[in-house]
Nanobody, 115 residues
Framework: QVQLVESGGDLVQPGGSLRLSCAAS????????MSWYRQAPGKERELVAQ???????NYADSVKGRFTISRDNAKKTVYLQMNTLKPEDTAVYSC?????????WGQGTQVTVSS
C-alpha cells in the first residue's frame, strides 16, 4: 500500500522556521522525483519545490533562498526546511511522488504563519 505521510506543520510567527517531513512507503522511493506543493484558502495548489532522483532541485521564485528541499533515500523521507517564514506562506503543504506516469499524494500538513 502506497503511503505518503507529512508531518511538521505548525503555527509559527513571521520570521520563524519549520521543517516538514514526508515519509514514504509502498513504492521504490529512490526512483521517484519528490515535490512539495501548497494550497492556501481560496487559491490554486502551487508547486513549492522539487527534488529529482539525481538530486537536482527546483524552487518556486517565491521561496528561493528561504526554503530547502532534501531527501534521504535510506529513510524514504523528503524534507522541506522553511526559513524566514512569511504570512503568505500559510497553506496546507502536501508532498508528491511521481515517475513512470504515476503520481502519489499525501494528505497534507497545515502551516500557519501569524503573529
Amino acid at each position: 500500500q502506497v503511503q505518503l505521510v507529512e508531518s511538521g506543520g505548525d503555527l509559527v510567527q513571521p520570521g520563524g522556521s519549520l521543517r516538514l517531513s514526508c515519509a514514504a512507503s509502498g513504492f521504490s522511493f529512490s526512483n521517484y522525483h519528490m515535490s512539495w506543493y501548497r494550497q492556501a484558502p481560496g487559491k490554486e495548489r502551487e508547486l513549492v519545490a522539487q527534488i529529482f532522483t539525481n538530486g537536482d532541485t527546483n524552487y518556486a521564485d517565491s521561496v528561493k533562498g528561504r526554503f530547502t528541499i532534501s531527501r534521504d533515500n535510506a529513510k524514504k523521507t523528503v524534507y522541506l526546511q522553511m526559513n524566514t517564514l512569511k504570512p503568505e506562506d500559510t497553506a496546507v503543504y502536501s508532498c508528491n511522488a511521481y515517475n513512470f506516469g504515476v503520481s502519489y499524494w499525501g494528505q497534507g500538513t497545515q502551516v500557519t504563519v501569524s503573529s
